[in-house]
């Protein structure tokens, strides 16, 4: 009888199949752009104005933006996903409506801020179940809810404004770290920045979340609950919206039911700023915290050169044209051993085109603005 010999396949570990990256090759290569588009603005601001590097207007400006980076964290797993949240600024205003509601009522603030949350909560779960469950494009989902949660917050509290909370609860948006400059908003989006981001790039959940947005359908075949990840990433953008409503409004030491109207926008455009593929499947939180001090850095800076609102939201919409023409001009360049095509070539005097365009219509607004003072 004749036998057969099966050749035995050699084993390769996992070491020789993917071999580790050096530490700094880990980062993507528009981080170190943003890095250094935020060496440029503190430079040109320091020299433009000598209130910039004012350690007291540094922590006012941060304040400022912390809310917005409190509703960034979660929409970078909800793009990285592939889906989009275009309800956290009016989840926001819902959650902190409802807790101004019953604080007017006499319910005590910090049950009331409880509710908020939960109310907060419970939108964000609403989201997730309607795109993982019901198959409703995210969207159209949160394009309703949009609206919906707006409405809401105009219902709880109509044309008044809820106010006089207690010196306890505007800590959370006014207070600093005793013997520091730091804003105590500052210390906790920092800490959930670090929690957000060893959840992406450092646990499983992370990394589903990346294949979901690379295919789908090859990640549920995999065996992946992609439709419960869903459920928890939205659910975790209506917390996180909610939080950042209550900080807003302990800010601000009142609550309207406008509140944070518009804010959605500008989440979404520091996450895509900051690398995150709109389409899905990349990007960094490193990235998109960096994205977030560049805007705030920017906004501060226009803003003590007395800057127009609409000057500067024309200053971040080029900024993220460049940022999308930079990646796709360095994708155009590699493995060509720096032979520009035309399209790349195109690309190039493009982004350069726009920085140029920038800086003129940058100093002209500035010189208009200082001749009608």
Do not use: C
């Not at 359908?217 to 209550?246: P, Q």
């Not at 051993?337 to 500035?366: C, D, E, K, N, P």
């Amino acid at each position: 009888m004749a036998t057969h010999t099966v050749e035995k396949q050699p084993t390769i570990s996992m070491s020789e199949q993917a071999p580790r990256q050096p530490f700094l090759a880990r980062f993507r290569r528009w981080e170190w752009m943003l890095v250094a588009l935020i060496i440029v603005v503190v430079s040109l601001n320091t020299r433009l104005s000598p209130y910039f590097l004012n350690g007291l207007n540094l922590s006012r400006t941060s304040s400022d933006f912390m809310e917005i980076g409190l509703m960034l964290l979660p929409m970078v797993f909800v793009i990285i996903t592939g889906n989009i949240d275009l309800s956290v600024a009016s989840n926001m205003g819902m959650s902190a409506s409802f807790m101004g509601l019953l604080h007017i009522q006499g319910v005590n603030i910090w049950l009331a801020a409880l509710a908020g949350l939960l109310l907060g909560t419970l939108g964000g779960l609403l989201n997730g179940y309607l795109v993982a469950r019901v198959k409703i494009p995210s969207l159209v989902v949160t394009l309703g809810t949009y609206a919906s949660f707006r409405g809401l917050a105009f219902v709880f509290l109509g044309d008044q404004a809820a106010r006089d909370y207690a010196p306890a609860f505007t800590y959370l948006g006014q207070g600093r770290l005793p013997g520091t400059l730091i804003p105590f908003s500052a210390m906790l989006f920092a800490v959930f920045a670090i929690i957000f981001g060893l959840v992406l790039h450092r646990t499983t959940l992370g990394r589903h979340l990346f294949a979901i947005g690379s295919n789908q359908e090859a990640t549920n075949y995999a065996g992946v609950h992609v439709d419960r990840l869903k459920i928890i990433i939205f659910t975790a953008s209506g917390f996180m919206s909610a939080l950042a409503g209550l900080i807003l409004a302990a800010r601000f030491g009142s609550t309207r039911p406008d509140i944070g109207t518009g804010l959605e926008l500008t989440v979404i455009t520091i996450a895509v700023l900051g690398g995150v593929d709109i389409n899905g499947g990349i990007g960094t939180m490193p990235g998109a915290v960096l994205s977030l001090l560049l805007i705030g850095l920017m906004r501060f800076g226009m803003g003590l050169l007395n800057i127009q609102g609409q000057v500067q939201g024309i200053a971040i919409g080029l900024l993220l044209i460049v940022s999308i023409l930079i990646p796709s001009l360095a994708r155009q360049v590699s493995g060509r051993r720096f032979h520009l095509t035309r399209t790349s070539l195109l690309y190039g005097l493009g982004t350069i085109l726009l920085f140029a365009l920038f800086f003129v219509f940058f100093f002209w607004s500035r010189a208009a603005v200082i001749a009608n003072v």
